[in-house]
C-alpha cells in the first residue's frame, strides 16, 4: 500500500446534505415511487434501492433530493447506520448525506472508512438523552486518504466480501420464506397428512398448557458488558450478563413492554427481565417449545397488545390467548421441518459470520 495517505475532513472530499421530512398532514406527499430514506432503512446492504416510506414527486420538492451514489450515515438516534444511495431518494433529518467529489474520493471507499469509524462518530455524539452528530461536528471530521486509485482498489476488495454477505443473506431470506410458507399450508390445514386421518386440532388456551410469567427485571447498574456470567434478555434480545440465572433450560418468551409480540426462544441458563413474558411449566407432552413459538408467531399476538403511549402484552390477555394445536403425526411433520429448515439457517448465519468476521480484518489492515 502506498504511504501517500493524507488527511481530509468530510467537508474537504463532497458536501453534505442533512435530509428533511415533508409534512405528514399532506397525504400527496407520500405514496409515491421516490425511496424516502431514515435510520431504520440502512445497514441492511451497500446499495439503498427501496425503503418502508416513499415520496411522490411533489413530496421530494417539499424534501432535498439525493443524488444517486452519495453516502447515507445515520447522526441522531442511533449513529453509525450507513449505506449508499442506489437511486435519487430523500432522506429524513437523521441522516446526513455525503455527495462525494468524484474526481477527489471512490464513494465506496470513503462508505466503508466512515463504517469502520463509526465508533470515534459516535463519541462525538458527547453524552445526551438523544445522541446527535450534528451537521458542521461532522463535516469536521477527518479520514485518513490514499490517492484515487487506491482508494478504489480498496473498495473492490471489500465489496468483494460484502457480495458474499449479501448473497448469504439473500439465500437465508429464501429460506425463512419457504419455511413460512410451508408453515401457513401446514398451519392453516391446505396440506395435510395422510396418516392425520380423522384426528382433530384442539383449540386449547395458552394458560392451560403453561404458565405465563413476568420476572424481576434488573437494574441496568446490575448488568455487565462483559461475556463472562449469565446472559440476560429483555424485549429485544440479549442486554448484558448477570451473576445468576432465572432459567435454566430453554425457554420460550413474548416481549411484552415497550416492543411487543416478538417471540423467540431463549437458550438456558439465562437471566430473563420482567419485559418479556416467560411461559414457563410447559406442558411438553402437549407441544414442544419449537413447535408452541411457531404456532404463537403465526397466530400473532398484535390483538392483545394494548396501551398507547407504553404498549404492553398483560399475563391475563396471555392466558386467555387462544392457539390450535396440531395432532401428533402433524407436530412431528412440522418438527422434523423446522429442525431441517434451522440446521440451513444456522449454516448460512455461520457462513455470514465468518465473511463478517474476514470483511472486518481486512477493514482493519487496509483502512489502517
Known amino acids: 500500500m502506498s504511504d501517500r495517505w493524507r488527511d481530509r475532513s468530510i467537508a474537504e472530499i463532497g458536501r453534505v446534505v442533512t435530509g428533511t421530512t415533508p409534512s405528514t398532514t399532506r397525504t400527496d406527499y407520500f405514496g409515491g415511487s421516490i425511496p424516502f430514506a431514515t435510520p431504520g432503512d440502512l445497514g441492511k446492504s451497500l ?47 437523521q441522516i446526513n448525506a455525503l455527495v462525494c467529489d468524484a ?6 471507499f470513503v462508505y466503508y472508512v466512515l463504517r469502520y469509524r463509526k465508533p470515534e462518530i459516535e463519541s462525538l455524539a458527547g453524552r445526551q438523552v438523544v445522541s446527535i452528530v450534528n451537521k458542521s461536528t461532522f463535516e469536521r471530521f477527518v479520514l485518513r486518504l490514499p490517492p484515487l486509485a487506491e482508494q478504489r482498489r480498496i473498495g473492490l476488495i471489500l465489496r468483494t466480501w460484502e457480495r458474499g454477505v449479501e448473497e448469504f443473506n439473500n439465500l437465508r431470506a429464501a429460506v425463512n420464506r419457504q419455511k413460512d ?6 398451519l392453516t390445514e391446505r396440506h395435510r397428512f395422510p ?6 386440532w384442539k383449540t386449547v388456551f395458552l394458560g392451560d398448557i403453561c404458565n405465563p410469567k413476568q420476572w424481576r427485571t434488573l437494574p441496568a447498574s446490575a448488568l455487565s458488558g462483559s461475556s463472562e ?30 416492543t411487543c409480540g416478538e417471540v423467540m426462544i431463549v437458550p438456558g441458563p439465562s437471566y430473563i427481565t420482567g419485559n418479556a413474558m416467560c411461559l414457563d411449566e410447559l406442558h411438553e407432552d402437549v407441544i414442544g417449545k419449537q413447535l408452541l413459538a411457531e404456532i404463537v408467531r403465526f397466530t400473532g399476538t398484535h ?15 396471555l392466558m386467555d390467548f387462544k392457539i390450535r394445536i396440531p395432532p401428533k403425526p402433524v407436530q412431528r411433520h412440522l418438527e422434523t421441518l423446522l429442525s431441517t429448515c434451522d440446521r440451513a439457517l444456522s449454516l448460512l448465519t455461520s457462513k455470514i459470520r465468518l465473511l463478517e468476521k474476514q470483511q472486518r480484518g481486512l477493514m482493519q489492515e487496509l483502512l489502517r
Not at 103 to 108: P, Y
Not at 195 to 200: F, I, V
Not at 238 to 249: C, D, K, S, V, W
Request: charged share 15%.
Open 47 to 93: 446499495f439503498l434501492l427501496e425503503t418502508a416510506r416513499t415520496l411522490t414527486t411533489t413530496g421530494l420538492e417539499q424534501a432535498k433530493a439525493i443524488p444517486q451514489g452519495s453516502i447515507l450515515f445515520s447522526c441522531i438516534g442511533v449513529i453509525g447506520k450507513a449505506a449508499i444511495a442506489g437511486r435519487t431518494l430523500a432522506t429524513n433529518q
Open 229 to 258: 456470567g449469565v446472559p440476560v434478555f429483555g424485549a429485544t434480545g440479549l442486554i448484558g450478563y448477570f451473576t445468576e440465572a432465572n432459567h435454566y433450560e430453554d425457554t420460550v418468551i413474548i416481549s411484552c413492554r415497550g
Open 303 to 317: 390483538r392483545i397488545v394494548s396501551g398507547s403511549a407504553q404498549p404492553q402484552i398483560t399475563r391475563q390477555s
Open 103 to 108: 474526481k477527489e474520493v471512490d464513494n465506496i
Open 195 to 200: 396418516e392425520t386421518g380423522n384426528r382433530r
Open 181 to 186: 410458507a410451508l408453515l401457513h399450508a401446514i
